[in-house]
Every structure is written in C-alpha cells, then in structure tokens.
C-alpha cells in the first residue's frame, strides 16, 4: 500500500517535486525512480540504469546515456549482473544487459543535505563482477548516518577489456573503465537529489576495484577531475598489463571460436553474435607461448588515452590524481589464486610465468631464493605457500606499498595511510587459506550485507574487529581521515609517510607497525622488476 499510495501522489499531485530525499521518488533526469525506505532508517534504490543497454551497436562500445521514460519505476530489485568469464548461458541474475547502478541514503537526508559519498567498485579481476548487490545500509548505519553508499555493475570479460585493431578503430577500448566513469558521471549529476555531495564522492573497491581506482588515478595520465576527492582500496591488483596489439591474440581467438573468422568485418560479426553463442566462447586461455590461462585473462589495456602507459610508471612520474587515500592488503593474498598441486621449484615458476610472462630466468632465480618453501598443509602441494606468497606479494601487496610510496613523495605534505590486514580465521588458517584475498569485506560492510561466504569466527572471537574497521572506513569517507570518527577503543592510524608505517589490523590487538624488512627487501626487488613485468 505504500507504494501504491506513493505512485498515485506522484501521478496526482506531482509530490516528486519535493526537494527532499525524505520521498524515496527521485527523477533522474530521463526517468523517475521509486526507492523502498526501510525499518532501520535507511532508503535504497535498486537496480537503476546508469547508461543505456550495451546491446546490439552498442557492444563493444563507450556507454552512452540511457533512454528517456518518464513512467515511474519501482527501484526495488537488483538489476542483472554482468556476464563472467568462465560461466555458460543462461546463468542465473547475469545478462549482457547489466549497466545498474543501487544507492543507499538515511530515509531523513534531504536535497541539501550534502552527506558524503562512498562509491565502491566491486572487484572481479576484470572478468567478472564479484561483489554484487552488497547491502550499503551496514555502511550507512555505521557511519551515524552520515553518508551515502552506491555501488554499480560494470562490464568485464570481453564485454568490458576486448581489444585488437578493430576494436581500436570501430569500437572503444577499456569499455569496463569507461562504465566506471560513466556511473561517476551519473553521481555527479543526480547525488545531490538522494542527499549526497558531489564534491565529496570517495572511491572505495576491492581487489579489481581497487585497480580500477588506481587507474581511475592515472586515466588521461593523471588528468585532474572533478569526479572523485578520495580514494580508499583494499588489495589494489597490479597483472600483466598489455598494449592493444599485445592483446590481439584474445580477440582473434574470440573470433574463431565463435565462429567469425571467415567474415568480411569480424567486429560487426562478433556484435551480431547471438549472446548464447558469444558467451559459451568466453573463456580463458593461456598468453602466447604459455600452456595453461592466467588467472584472470582480461585486464586493462594501454590504449593511449584513457591508460596512457604502464601503471607502475605513471605512478612512479607521478601522473596520478593526488587525493586522500588509503591502499592496503591481507596478510595471504595470494592462497586463494595458487592451485594446490605445486610440488616443486619448476611448478612454482611455471605457475607465474603462466600470469606474468615477462619472468626471466634471472629473475626467476632470485624469486626462488627470496621466496623458499614454506609452510606445510595437508592436501597442497610442498610449494604451494612459497607460490602463494610471492604471488601475493607480486602482484598485490608490494604494488599498495609501492603506491603508497609514491602518493607520499608525489602528494606530500597531504597524508596517505596503508593497512596490513590480519584477522585469523581457525579454518581458514588450517586450511591454508591464512588471512585470505579481500576477507576484510565482511568486517568493513558487516557480516551480514556481503552475500555470503563470511568466516564462521566473524560471528564469534572475530566479532571486535568489524566496528574497528567500519570506524576507520566511514571516518575516512566522511572526512578523508581515518582517526576522526574511529571506534574509541581503536589506536591512532599513522600516516604512511617516508617510515613506511602501516597499521596492523588484528582482533583486539590492532597496533601500528612497520613494514618488516625482510618483506621490504622482497618488495623492492619486485618493484625493480615491475615496470620489466608490465605492471
């Protein structure tokens, strides 16, 4: 009856016109969309388009504006979630069709409230979006009502990162990127009406999504922008990063495998590709020269405009947007990537030269003396943890020391600060897991608003830690400091600064450290390496 009641008074009487986000009736601008307030004092909007369907024509393009419908929509379910890599069709709540964006505000919050913005980028390694539909009311109710939350789907897969020539000269490469921009484009401009301030939108994102912001950080070669005033990234991702000819082999692939090799204009072939047919064709395979796929075989792509060059030297020239940030990891960020079966040096090197095919031998030599075999568990292979750990430390935790780095040299005196995350588990430490890839999502949204898959000790011993981190992350959004608003029990989080201060989260034991030597002296041989790796 609510709503029904809500839609007549929008019909009749024209009460969309409030200027209040206290009515959960919001015109965007081509349509009208009709949140759902709830009990505890938040509204959300649901599954709202941010740019129109990437259908058709549109395939393999820049996302353009969505179409004008100025009938009222119910904002009340989730939208579809982008096509993954890996998955056949049909499959459960994916489709082609997925550009949505959702927003969490306080039920009180008004149009000129002006609250702070989290905008979070789910991650996915670029070939598929992992985190969807999160509950943002956690978030909002932590931070005292003091904020707004909105999250988006963007594309990955082939749909988002395919590049080749044709690609280059009759379509747009980094489409996924351009979706980002485009739902940052859409806060800028609507915000403002569910109670936020678009001159204080933080990017916030996991794993890929922290990627993303960093190469929201160094689009158009650090251009500045207007869009963002804040970045907050947990296990940033830097891969094998390749230019558009380097990425020529996927797209030829993609193309006989679907059957369009023979066609006059292989692109329009593949964009009239029935989804079924183009789908069922979107799996991983190995780099050139390599027998076994990456982990994840879509990434970002020098183009030349929107990623100007390598990440790992834009950052190093300082061409990035400097900002207030945060960067940070877990403790094993590599476990949940590492196939459990590498008993030996050769596999240990074989498995990452299979997602960094730059590896020299040189190189490899000094990997296997930095990075000698480790812990033992039962049913993983006698390499699997040395494996793990430089996989971890290659490609994750090194790269948020090295950004943090250079956002201290680049950006001084404005502080950044960086975190070592290290929660345990019992079983996911028995099982080799340790303090696994991105696990600090379910402390930062609440165990309850991350779809799943929350350690069992998060409800028990864990339990502390999660106003801990809710604290830091919503101080942080609502004031680009972390120590502002944090939980009273929580210890003061140092700047990172030239010391390379961390703070080491653990349950009831959070305390500031430094980064340990014997990881720095790893790390600075991997950042020597980087730019080599095409990070």
Not at 108 to 115: E, V
């Amino acid at each position: 009856m609510r709503v029904q009641s809500l839609i007549r008074c929008a019909i009749f009487f024209g009460c969309f016109l409030r200027s209040s986000a206290v009515d959960p009736l919001v015109d965007v601008g081509f349509t009208r969309y009709l949140g759902t307030p709830l009990a505890n004092g938040v509204t959300q909007w649901l599954g709202m388009r941010f740019a129109a369907p990437p259908l058709g024509n549109l395939r393999f393009r820049a996302p353009v504006d969505p179409p004008t419908n100025r009938s009222i929509q119910l904002a009340n379910q989730h939208g579809a979630v982008c096509l993954s890599t890996g998955t056949s069709f049909p499959a459960t709540g994916l489709a082609e069709d997925c550009l949505f964006i959702e927003v969490f505000a306080p039920s009180k919050a008004t149009t000129t409230s002006k609250l702070p913005v989290f905008f979070f980028i789910q991650g996915g390694g670029f070939n598929s979006d992992s985190n969807p539909n999160m509950n943002g009311t956690g978030l909002v109710t932590a931070g005292d009502m003091d904020l707004i939350v909105v999250s988006f789907n963007y594309r990955v897969g082939p749909y988002g990162f395919l590049a080749s020539k044709e690609v280059m000269n009759n379509g747009s490469i980094n489409v996924g990127l351009l979706d980002q921009r485009k739902a940052l484009e859409w806060v800028h401009a609507n915000i403002a009406k569910f109670g936020g301030d678009p001159g204080h939108v933080v990017l916030g994102g996991d794993s890929a999504g922290a990627e993303s912001i960093t190469l929201q950080m160094t689009a158009f070669g650090g251009a500045p922008t207007n869009l963002f005033q804040a970045v907050i990234g947990e296990s940033q991702s830097f891969p094998t990063t390749l230019t558009v000819p380097q990425a020529q082999f996927q797209y030829d692939a993609l193309v006989q495998r679907v059957g369009c090799a023979n066609a006059s204009d292989t692109l329009a072939c593949l964009r009239t590709t029935p989804i079924d047919v183009l789908q069922n064709a979107n799996i991983a395979i190995p780099f050139p020269g390599r027998a076994n796929p990456p982990d994840f075989l879509y990434n970002a792509i020098i183009d030349g405009d929107f990623l100007v060059d390598l990440p790992f030297r834009l950052f190093t020239e300082g061409k990035f947007v400097k900002v207030p940030s945060v960067f940070g990891d877990d403790t094993n960020e590599g476990t949940i990537f590492t196939p459990s079966n590498l008993t030996s040096v050769s596999d240990m090197d074989n498995f990452l030269l299979d997602n960094f095919p730059n590896l020299t031998s040189s190189m490899l030599t000094t990997i296997n003396s930095l990075y000698p075999e480790g812990p033992q568990f039962p049913s993983r292979g006698s390499f699997f943890s040395a494996a793990a750990t430089v996989y971890g430390e290659m490609r994750y935790i090194c790269p948020g020391i090295f950004i943090s780095s250079a956002i201290n040299q680049f950006r001084s005196p404005s502080p950044n600060w960086n975190y070592h995350y290290n929660v345990i588990d019992p079983d996911e430490q028995a099982s080799g897991l340790g303090v696994p890839h991105t696990v600090e999502l379910h402390a930062i949204w609440g165990v309850n608003n991350t779809n799943g898959g929350t350690p069992a000790s998060y409800f028990t011993t864990n339990a502390p830690i999660i106003p801990i981190m809710q604290g830091y992350w919503t101080s942080f959004i609502r004031t680009f400091n972390p120590n502002t608003h944090k939980d009273p029990s929580a210890p003061q989080w140092e700047p990172f600064g030239t010391g390379k201060n961390r703070i080491l989260m653990q349950t009831n034991a959070t305390k500031m450290e430094v980064v340990p030597s014997d990881q720095d002296a790893r790390c600075n041989f991997l950042h020597s390496i980087g730019i080599a790796l095409q990070q």
